[in-house]
């Protein structure tokens, strides 16, 4: 067996022998058939066998290890999971990136996430993964600004084949890395067992199974070939609790200690009185005691580290030649995913009360209330009820679940075929459609939480109850109570939630949704050199592709009263009913033209190409491209492209219903050493009391979870996005070192109209640092000047504003080598690959004025996850005459800066680097074995205490292997 080249890039061999071996092929970018994989863009190349030896059982994640690859969606997000998998290109976001089966587009992944979904994909009947990193909407229309992911799949498949494989996470709880955190969780876990613990020594979790049966026959006339597929695959959960550098939620700091932080919404309650400042929770023993920072909740342990998962999928593939002028072809695919996203108890969150504020209006007569406890709260003489934010966990009813299932169904049917030795043509239908149900478990009411703290003595019992649940005009009169089934939520005494009352104010939230897309397509390509379209100085002459395209994606989303209205307490808003569709016509062409063949100094040159119209309800576009291939002589060939992209808004940027959502901050310019003068922040609605003071002091305006609320919505009136992408570069394949090839490509791409909010926090700098008006006016504070509690939010609604631009370089080299070179033939051969990109630029340019930020070499705050400088994949392999294969992988990726200072514990992230090992063995003809181990030196993950939502658990597992080692063994056993 031979392990192909990793990541290879698309230009390994002389078109000849090319040709000679796979015939003409159709490489992503192009709709023209090429006798060879050479292309003006660059095009990087994954195969199955690297699934295989890398033991994925995801294929986003070997796709996301790719250095053009950065932190998406996948099984590592938590809190905002959207139950898809996704790849963004380029660091410029999922959504401009288009992914293709079979050169042909995927629909939207979810009615909650538009980015094409890889869970549809089944692994083991991936062929080869070809990533072409540049612009190619002139090809392929919208959504390719960054690049086009295109998944081949096996086909023609004869015979049975059975593939198994079984892996899991292996770790030793030994983190030494700065901030001191075993001690500090030590520390933690004698004065509060039940939160702060540290795992295990050695823990072994994360357990993955995976089956695929694949069938194919031929029909008895050799004409055609049907392969049917079928897979299960099972993922278990991981929770960070089961590392010690997620035992606890980082904080901050502490001199040379990093401190367990957490969430002022905890386990015990705490009580801010708007009636007279205090700041209280509820003492061991009974009664209040002052609220300390020790109290906070440590939320991060029950997070899931790898969401649990079980997928099924079905599918088959078809083609049967009806006569020498028409082949009949058909994809077909259906997959069934499951997963639950879990993270921290739910419970109040200082707000889903009916005043103002978000607060409660607590009763002075509550009889669930001591004497004293009033008092604290402010009751006195004259004083009847108290409003009072409430912070409290439900620890009792245990982490909130976010139970994600979909089904997904894809069909592709079409006719193509040669019409004569000049021209050919290519019909086809696709029909994809994902159908959602969502299930969000354990969480509250705010409705059923008001009326459960608002509490009297019933008096036809004598006990206490609900005002809501008591007869109001006496145990005999004929008014019905407004909920009889309420029962008290007790949060004044150290056990008094009873299991009724959590049976009471909590409630699932439910969604279901879909998304549709059809697309129909006709092509035709034609090769005009026999009509003498050909340059006099060429053998081959000019080549062209044209045809017409009908695209439309429909989605609908709906939820039940829960979500619609905002009223489960720890979604951070609501969640509306989403309903709309984008339909467009396209119009395309390309070209290819050698102007010179075999001559000095010109062993080719070609230019191509490309043109797309694309007219849609409101707007018409247009995207083209440009490219030149100049081989002076067969061992060295130069490559340059332009291409003019365009993205057009999708149905959830255009028709999205306004609705709260959170972004994260370190504080609030207002808040706790302030950033804004005190003039400043009473202007956009600050209380002067609460300027500048701190949490231990009463002050409010600093969110406990670091998360505030912006008001977003959907805008119909935008425009697409254009993108300008230039790549140069070079392609070597010496002749006097036979089996290498080195390709250099230099890309920038530059994107402008780009359709996204003004971010939250471009507005806050906007005000309090620029004095903008029209910053300060989408700035709306609260009663009680916060931008968390109900009422303050800051205004951000989709628009076309400011811009993304890029550019780097990226590096592939592969090399076999053959050991009879050292007279060593009878130990096989050596393969090195290599791949690595260099970042040299990741601005984002707000847009409203506001200076252009570079995230090259940073993480956090607007960076959110590491967007590394040099990132690289290198793999050496030897082929042994001993049927076997062993292969050593080293994946690097480069430091970065903490965006909000490097004067900290968190300030940097040190280079990472990790090994990988595995192994291939021909046991016999028909059965082959692999095993291997990923991160086998155990590496433990970099942390910072500012990850926010964009990472889980104190890191960035979407970027770094955060659950130690991953070993895995497999067997294929062809029938």
């Not at 290109?89 to 990136?97: C, E, N, Q, V």
């Not at 293709?100 to 890889?118: E, F, K, Q, V």
């Not at 001690?183 to 295990?200: C, H, K, M, T, Y």
């Not at 299960?232 to 929770?239: E, F, G, S």
């Amino acid at each position: 067996m031979t392990i192909a080249a990793f990541a290879g890039p698309a230009a390994a061999q002389s078109a000849q022998e090319e040709a000679a071996r796979v015939g003409d092929i159709i490489v992503t970018g192009s709709r023209i058939p090429q006798p060879n994989l050479t292309t003006t863009s660059p095009v990087t190349q994954v195969t199955g066998e690297d699934i295989d030896v890398q033991g994925v059982t995801r294929v986003e994640d070997l796709v996301n290890q790719l250095p053009q690859a950065f932190a998406a969606q996948n099984s590592t997000v938590s809190n905002g999971a959207s139950g898809t998998a996704s790849v963004d290109l380029r660091a410029l976001g999922p959504d401009r990136t288009l992914v293709l089966i079979d050169g042909r587009r995927m629909g939207y992944g979810s009615p909650n996430d538009t980015a094409a979904d890889l869970n549809q994909i089944p692994g083991q009947l991936v062929e080869r993964v070809e990533v072409l990193t540049g612009g190619a909407a002139a090809v392929y229309g919208s959504d390719a600004i960054a690049g086009v992911v295109n998944f081949i799949m096996r086909k023609n498949f004869q015979g049975l084949q059975i593939d198994a494989q079984y892996g899991f996470n292996q770790h030793n709880n030994d983190y030494d890395g700065p901030g001191n955190l075993r001690r500090v969780i030590e520390g933690r876990a004698s004065g509060n067992p039940s939160q702060f613990r540290l795992p295990d020594d050695n823990v072994m979790d994360g357990f993955s199974r995976e089956v695929t049966i694949a069938m194919g026959v031929n029909a008895p006339d050799d004409r055609g070939n049907l392969t049917a597929y079928a897979g299960w695959r099972k993922n278990n959960k991981i929770l960070g609790r089961d590392r010690d550098y997620s035992a606890c939620s980082l904080g901050g700091e502490a001199g040379d200690d990093f401190t367990c932080g957490g969430s002022s919404t905890n386990a015990t309650g705490r009580f801010l009185s708007l009636e007279n400042g205090a700041n209280l929770t509820v003492a061991d023993g009974g009664g209040f005691r002052n609220y300390t920072g020790n109290d906070a909740y440590n939320f991060g342990p029950l997070n899931h580290f790898q969401r649990p998962d079980e997928r099924y999928t079905l599918g088959a593939f078809g083609n049967y030649q009806v006569n020498d002028k028409i082949e009949a072809f058909t994809s077909l695919s259906f997959s069934d995913y499951s997963t639950v996203a879990q993270i921290a108890p739910s419970g109040i969150f200082f707000g889903g009360g009916t005043s103002a504020n978000g607060g409660y209006n607590i009763s002075c007569d509550n009889p669930l209330l001591s004497a004293a406890q009033a008092a604290g709260l402010g009751c006195a003489a004259g004083v009847e009820t108290v409003e009072v934010l409430v912070g409290r966990r439900n620890v009792e009813g245990g982490g909130r679940q976010d139970d994600i299932s979909s089904q997904n169904y894809r069909g592709v049917v079409g006719i193509r075929g040669d019409l004569d030795d000049a021209w050919s043509y290519d019909i086809a239908a696709t029909y994809s459609k994902v159908q959602l149900s969502r299930i969000y478990r354990n969480e509250f009411s705010n409705i059923r939480i008001g009326r459960a703290l608002d509490v009297a003595i019933d008096p036809a019992t004598g006990q206490a109850a609900c005002v809501s649940a008591i007869d109001p005009d006496g145990p005999t009169g004929p008014l019905a109570p407004v909920d009889a089934a309420c029962v008290p939520y007790n949060l004044y005494s150290p056990d008094g939630v009873t299991q009724e009352a959590l049976n009471y104010i909590q409630v699932a939230g439910l969604q279901r949704g879909k998304t549709e897309q059809q697309v129909l397509t006709a092509a035709m390509t034609g090769d005009l050199t026999k009509y003498g379209w050909a340059s006099p100085w060429a053998e081959q002459g000019l080549q062209v592709a044209f045809g017409a395209e009908y695209r439309r994606d429909k989605l609908d989303a709906a939820s039940d009263v829960a979500f619609q209205t905002g009223d489960l307490a720890g979604q951070g808003g609501p969640t509306p009913n989403v309903s709309g569709s984008v339909q467009v016509y396209d119009l395309f062409g390309e070209f290819r033209m050698p102007l010179i063949e075999g001559q000095p100094l010109a062993e080719q040159v070609s230019i191509n190409g490309s043109y797309r119209r694309s007219t849609y309800d409101k707007f018409n576009s247009d995207a083209y491209g440009l490219g030149l291939d100049w081989a002076p002589v067969q061992d060295i060939r130069f490559r340059a492209s332009f291409a003019r992209t365009t993205r057009a808004p999708n149905v959830v940027e255009l028709f999205r219903p306004e609705g709260l959502n959170l972004f994260d901050s370190d504080g609030d310019p207002c808040g706790p050493n302030p950033t804004a003068s005190l003039t400043q922040c009473v202007a956009t609605g600050v209380p002067a009391a609460q300027y500048g003071l701190a949490t231990d002091a009463g002050g409010l305006l600093e969110s406990p979870a670091g998360q505030y609320n912006f008001l977003q919505a959907g805008n119909p009136d935008l425009a697409p996005e254009t993108a300008d992408t230039f790549t140069i570069g070079t392609v070597f394949t010496p002749s006097f070192a036979p089996g290498l090839n080195i390709s250099v490509d230099y890309y920038s791409i530059k994107l402008k109209d780009r359709i996204d909010i003004i971010d939250p926090l471009v507005t806050l700098e906007r005000c309090y640092e620029n004095d903008d008006p029209a910053a300060c006016a989408r700035i709306v504070r609260s009663d009680i000047g916060t931008l968390w509690t109900t009422g303050g939010y800051v205004e951000a609604f989709n628009t076309n504003i400011g811009g993304l631009e890029t550019s780097g370089v990226d590096v592939n080299v592969n090399y076999g080598l053959e050991l009879e070179r050292f007279n060593l033939s009878e130990y096989g051969k050596l393969a090195f690959n290599f791949v690595g990109s260099w970042l040299e630029k990741l601005e984002t340019d707000p847009g409203e004025g506001v200076t252009p930020y570079d995230c090259v070499g940073f993480f956090g705050n607007e960076c959110g996850t590491p967007k590394n400088e040099w990132r690289h994949r290198a793999r050496v392999t030897w082929q042994t005459p001993w049927s076997s294969d062993l292969s050593l992988t080293w994946r690097y990726y480069g430091g970065v800066d903490n965006l909000g200072g490097t004067d900290r514990l968190d300030g940097s992230f040190d280079a990472q680097n990790y090994l990988d090992l595995a192994g291939t063995w021909q046991v016999r003809e028909n059965l082959r074995l692999r095993a291997g181990v990923n991160n086998i030196l155990d590496r433990d993950p970099p942390l910072s205490y500012s990850v926010g939502t964009t990472g889980n658990n104190n890191t960035y597992p979407q970027t770094y292997d955060a659950m130690g080692r991953y070993i895995f063994v497999g067997l294929t056993a062809d029938f």
